[in-house]
C-alpha cells in the first residue's frame, strides 16, 4: 500500500498556499495552491536544461552562469556538474522558504548543491537581475541564462511586454549575455511564437524534448548569433 503524502512544511503566498510534501526518503512535491509544481521523482527535463545550458563551458575558464528559480535544485546541480571549479553561478529565487527547502529537507536530493561554493544565492526577481547585466556599464557580462520557472513560455504570453519572454526581455537577455553565451529556457510545451521572438533577436535556437514528465516538457537552447536584437533597457 503506498504511502500517504504528509505535509512538513507551509507558507502563504500571493498565488496561495506554498507548501513542501514528502512519502518516503525521497519522494517529494511542492504545491501552490493544490497544485503541483515540481515532483522530485520526476526530473529529467530540469537535468536535460542544466546540462544543455551549461555543457559548453565546461573547459572555460570562469564562466558566470545565471539561474532563474531555484526549486528543488535539479537544474543548479546539473549545471555545476558541467561547470570548472572557478565558475560562479548567481542563482534568483523570488521565495526564500525555498532556498530554506533546498538547505534542509530537499538538500540531499542534489548532494546539497545549493552549498557548493561556486554558488550564490539571491532573493531576487530574476527579470531585474537580468536588467542589471544588460546595462551598457555592466561591470560583465554571462556566459548563460537559464530560466527554470514553473510557468515557462506559453501561447499566451504576450509577444512584446511579458518580463521574461515577451520580445523585449529576450533582447535585454541578449544585452545580457557575451558574444557566444546561450539563453536557456524550460518550458511545459512548445511555443512557437517563443521559437520565433527567439529567432528575431538574433538566437540560434533548438528544443529539445525529454521524453519524460509529461509528453511537452521541451527546452529551448539558443545560442547569440550575429542578429540584429537590440535591448530597450
Not at 531576487?124 to 557580462?141: F, G, M, N, Q, S
Not at 512584446?160 to 529576450?170: K, N, Q, V
Request: glycine share 10%.
Amino acid at each position: 500500500m503506498a504511502q500517504a503524502w504528509q505535509t512538513i512544511d507551509r507558507v502563504p503566498t500571493e498565488a496561495g498556499l506554498l507548501e513542501l510534501r514528502k512519502r518516503g526518503n525521497r519522494d517529494f512535491l511542492i504545491t501552490l495552491a493544490g497544485q503541483v509544481l515540481m515532483n522530485s521523482m520526476a526530473n529529467r527535463s530540469e537535468v536535460a536544461l542544466g546540462q544543455l545550458a551549461g555543457g559548453h563551458l565546461k573547459h572555460s575558464t570562469q564562466p558566470l552562469v545565471l539561474v532563474g528559480g531555484l526549486g528543488m535544485g535539479f537544474t543548479l546541480k546539473a549545471v555545476l556538474d558541467t561547470l570548472p571549479a572557478a565558475a560562479r553561478v548567481v542563482v534568483a529565487e523570488l521565495n526564500p522558504v525555498v532556498l530554506a527547502w533546498c538547505r534542509g529537507p530537499l538538500s540531499a536530493l542534489t548532494d546539497h548543491a545549493v552549498a557548493d561554493a561556486r554558488v550564490k544565492v539571491e532573493i531576487y526577481d530574476v527579470a531585474r537581475l537580468i536588467h542589471r547585466y544588460a546595462k551598457d556599464d555592466a561591470p560583465e557580462k554571462l556566459d548563460a541564462v537559464i530560466l527554470d520557472l514553473y510557468t515557462g513560455p506559453y501561447v499566451r504570453s504576450h509577444s512584446r511586454d511579458d518580463p521574461l519572454y515577451g520580445s523585449t526581455a529576450i533582447n535585454r537577455t541578449r544585452a545580457a549575455l557575451k558574444p557566444d553565451g546561450v539563453f536557456a529556457v524550460w518550458g511545459e510545451d512548445y511555443d512557437a511564437g517563443f521559437a520565433k521572438r527567439l529567432a528575431k533577436a538574433g538566437f540560434v535556437s533548438t528544443r529539445h524534448r525529454s521524453g519524460r514528465g509529461g509528453t511537452g516538457h521541451v527546452v529551448y537552447l539558443g545560442r547569440k548569433g550575429a542578429g540584429a536584437g537590440k535591448a530597450t533597457l
